[in-house]
C-alpha cells in the first residue's frame, strides 16, 4: 500500500504542471470554455481509472454520499472557473501562491465544521502559509 504522503505530493506536482499547462492553454481561449474541456478530460481519465480497477459498485453508494459528492463537484467547478480566470488574467507564479490559501480555509474549516483539532504546529503552518501566499501575490 503506497502512503497517503506519497500520493499528496502526487497532487502538489500534478497541480504544479496544472499551473503551467493551464497558463498556456487557457490564453486564446474563453476561460469557461478551458474549464469545460478540462472538465470532460478529467470525467474521462476518471471513468478509465474506474473501470481499469473494477469500481463501478454505485449500489454502494448512499444518499448521503451522494449529496456531498455532488455539493463538493460544485465547490470543485467553482473553484476550477475561478482559478482559470485568475490565470487568464495573472500571472501563473502569483496565482498558484494564492490558490493555495485553500490550505488555510482547509484548517479553519475542518476545525469549525469537522471539529477537528487546531495544533499548534499546524497553526504555524497555516500562518507560514498565509504569509508566503501574501509575499508572492504582492
Not at 42 to 62: E, P
Request: proline share 1%.
Amino acid at each position: 500500500m503506497i502512503d497517503w504522503r506519497l500520493y499528496a505530493i502526487g497532487s502538489a506536482f500534478f497541480a504544479a504542471l496544472t499551473a503551467l499547462l493551464a497558463k498556456v492553454g487557457v490564453a486564446d481561449v474563453d476561460s469557461n470554455l478551458a474549464t469545460f474541456i478540462r472538465t470532460v478530460v478529467i470525467l474521462g481519465l476518471s471513468a478509465l481509472v474506474v473501470s481499469v480497477r473494477g469500481g463501478w459498485a454505485l449500489q454502494t453508494l448512499s444518499g448521503r454520499s451522494l449529496t456531498f459528492l455532488a455539493l463538493s463537484g460544485i465547490a470543485t467547478g467553482m473553484s476550477w472557473l475561478c482559478y482559470f480566470k485568475a490565470l487568464q488574467a495573472g500571472p501563473a507564479s502569483r496565482v498558484a501562491p494564492i490558490d493555495k490559501l485553500s490550505v488555510v480555509f482547509v484548517v479553519l474549516l475542518a476545525g469549525a465544521l469537522l471539529h477537528e483539532q487546531l495544533t499548534f504546529k499546524v497553526g504555524i503552518g497555516a500562518l507560514l502559509i498565509t504569509a508566503g501566499a501574501v509575499l508572492m501575490a504582492v
